[in-house]
């Protein structure tokens, strides 16, 4: 039986990158007095570093190797914790809106009563403020576990943050479905069986997708509907509780099991 869908945040909740998290880390890199400036295109790339320490580590190392290996970690450290509070204060702003279906399809799930998770490599702060201000009042109550970069230092592709998810629900990974938008997420679930429907997003639609049971240009709404890159067709142009059953009786059960 279908029980529990596990969603990625970045990419797949909102389109939170180019104009939330890229924002974010260049007004700290401003208030730090560093020249440093990630324009949309440089950030496509440092996005193959997943976690936002990670890539201002990664771009310290091939950007600006002036600094001297032993403040580097600090830096990083430092300048990630002040990114975090201009990404918090940006989304209480309304600078990140969910993306079509998404508040859609938790609200029937929840309703129905399946199970809700998120399995994400942002920081946990993130989450709460996307969530408090997306989602109805109490909308943080309808996840019965919620996997950030706290629970899981191994970024994704690792598997671990599903892992972690996957172990507080106590469920078969065979009875969940991962939402992801980009490769490595991808990978990550699949790397534990978790059947994953990917919706593409301008950063992430010239990956491989290979292994995804569904790629699909967003979740669809009833008026607008999906457009279907990849994968098993949609039966009313959107992704809903009934299009998961079907798919988990046709496809996930069948060829996952022993
Ligand atoms: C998302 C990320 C995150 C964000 C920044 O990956 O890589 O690092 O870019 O968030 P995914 P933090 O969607 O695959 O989970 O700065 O909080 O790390
Ligand atoms: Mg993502």
Redesign the pocket.
């Known amino acids: 039986m279908l029980k529990a869908l596990i969603f990625?945040?970045?990419?797949t909740f909102a389109d939170t990158?180019r104009d939330g998290?890229r924002v974010a880390f260049n007004r700290a890199f401003a208030d730090a007095g560093l020249d440093w400036n990630w324009d949309e295109a440089r950030y496509g790339e440092l996005l193959s570093v997943?976690?936002?320490?990670e890539?201002i580590l990664h771009f310290i190392e091939s950007d600006a190797s002036q600094i001297e290996p032993e403040r580097r970690d600090a830096l990083a450290r430092d300048l990630?914790a002040r990114?975090?509070e201009h990404y918090v204060r940006m989304v209480a702003h309304g600078a990140v809106r969910l993306r079509p279906g998404v508040a859609r399809l938790l609200t029937e799930a929840h309703a129905v009563g399946l199970t809700l998770a998120i399995a994400?490599?942002?920081?946990r702060a993130?989450i709460d403020a996307l969530l408090a201000h997306t989602l109805p009042p109490g909308a943080l109550d309808w996840f019965a576990s919620i996997g950030a970069?706290e629970d899981a230092p191994r970024k994704?592709p690792d598997p671990q943050v599903y892992r972690f998810v996957l172990d507080a629900l106590g469920v078969d990974p065979r009875d969940c479905f991962a939402f992801e938008d980009?490769a490595?997420?991808l990978r990550s679930a699949r790397a534990l069986g978790i059947p994953t429907i990917v919706t593409l997003n301008d950063y992430t639609r010239d990956q491989d997708f290979n292994g995804a049971l569904s790629v699909l240009s967003d979740l669809g709404e009833p008026l607008v509907p999906a457009k279907v890159i990849a994968g098993a067709p949609l039966q009313r142009g959107m992704i809903d509780v009934k299009q998961l059953r079907r798919w988990h009786a046709q496809y996930a059960l069948n060829s996952t099991r022993p």
């Open positions: 990625d945040i970045d990419g990158e998290h997943t976690g936002g320490r890539r990630h990114k975090t994400t490599t942002t920081s993130n970069a994704k980009s490595a997420g």
